[in-house]
């Protein structure tokens, strides 16, 4: 949804990854960003777990300057970030890991939300995986370091990447995808989108409904002068709770009481 905003103000796009990397080189300390190693943004930005292979290698010629580079055009949207190729084997290891630690936790959470039920989890998978997040991360870990000892990529077994790939699709169809889930979606990008323009109004007027002039006048001067209004916008949303978010919204469509009360 921010993607889709930043694309109609003509602004780039987000990717949460690259907004990872963006706010601990260029948000934090006030704009001014940590000094943290190349190596270690480049971990952030590459950790993209949506992007499952068989194979995970590194790019031991990346310099610091092509790291910048890819950040930047990742941001406009000439450069998807699911193309980067992490500069470590420890980038390499964020990577995987984004996908050890959600895979399984989702199950988790979809079957107290009543998505899914634990029995429905297709029992090929279940047989090499397990069938509950502790089983299936331990599985996953421990294949992965047997698999990877004295390489110099990082790998599964055939067998357990061809039921973790099996997995994440029965995830997307049964979990993200679900109807009863997709019931709120619109709700939502409502909320999203009513936040989003109102940041957009209210930034730089003397109105103080989202807090967004408070938070940007924080920022140091470089900040304010490389940064266009909508990423500005972005960068402020990307940063809320949800709770932070929907106080937000409230705010901004909900009529104050005043003290009234009829009775």
């Given at each position: 949804i921010i993607s889709a905003?930043?694309?109609?103000?003509?602004?780039g796009i987000f990717?949460?990854?690259?907004?990872?990397?963006r706010l601990f080189h260029d948000l934090e300390a006030y704009g001014k960003g940590l000094n943290l190693t190349a190596q270690v943004l480049d971990g952030i930005?590459?950790?993209?777990?949506?992007?499952?292979?068989n194979s995970y290698g590194c790019d031991r010629n990346k310099t610091p300057e092509k790291l910048?580079?890819?950040y930047r055009e990742s941001l406009n949207g000439?450069?998807?970030?699911?193309?980067?190729?992490?500069?470590?084997?420890?980038?390499?290891?964020?990577?995987?890991?984004?996908?050890?630690a959600y895979i399984g936790r989702d199950i988790e959470d979809a079957i107290v939300l009543k998505l899914v039920e634990r029995e429905s989890l297709p029992r090929e998978i279940t047989e090499v995986?397990?069938?509950?997040n502790g089983k299936i991360v331990d599985t996953l870990i421990k294949d992965l370091v047997n698999n990877s000892i004295d390489k110099e990529t990082l790998r599964f077994s055939p067998e357990v990447f061809g039921a973790l790939n099996r997995l994440k699709d029965w995830?997307?169809?049964?979990?993200?995808?679900?109807?009863?889930?997709?019931?709120q979606d619109e709700k939502i990008r409502t909320v999203f989108?009513?936040?989003?323009?109102?940041?957009?109004d209210e930034l730089g007027s003397d109105k103080k409904v989202t807090g967004i002039n408070h938070w940007f006048n924080s920022m140091s001067a470089e900040y304010k002068e490389a940064t266009p209004k909508p990423r500005v916008v972005a960068d402020y949303v990307a940063g809320m709770t949800d709770d932070y978010l929907m106080n937000a919204y409230k705010e901004i469509v909900v009529p104050k009481l005043f003290g009234v009360n009829f009775k």
């Open positions: 905003f930043l694309q109609e103000q003509g602004a990717e949460h990854n690259v907004q990872s990397f930005i590459c950790h993209n777990g949506e992007i499952l292979q910048l580079t890819e000439n450069f998807k970030s699911k193309d980067m190729v992490p500069m470590t084997l420890e980038g390499c290891v964020m990577r995987i890991s984004d996908v050890i995986l397990g069938n509950k995830n997307y169809k049964n979990i993200y995808l679900n109807p009863k889930k997709s019931t989108r009513t936040v989003l323009v109102e940041c957009l």
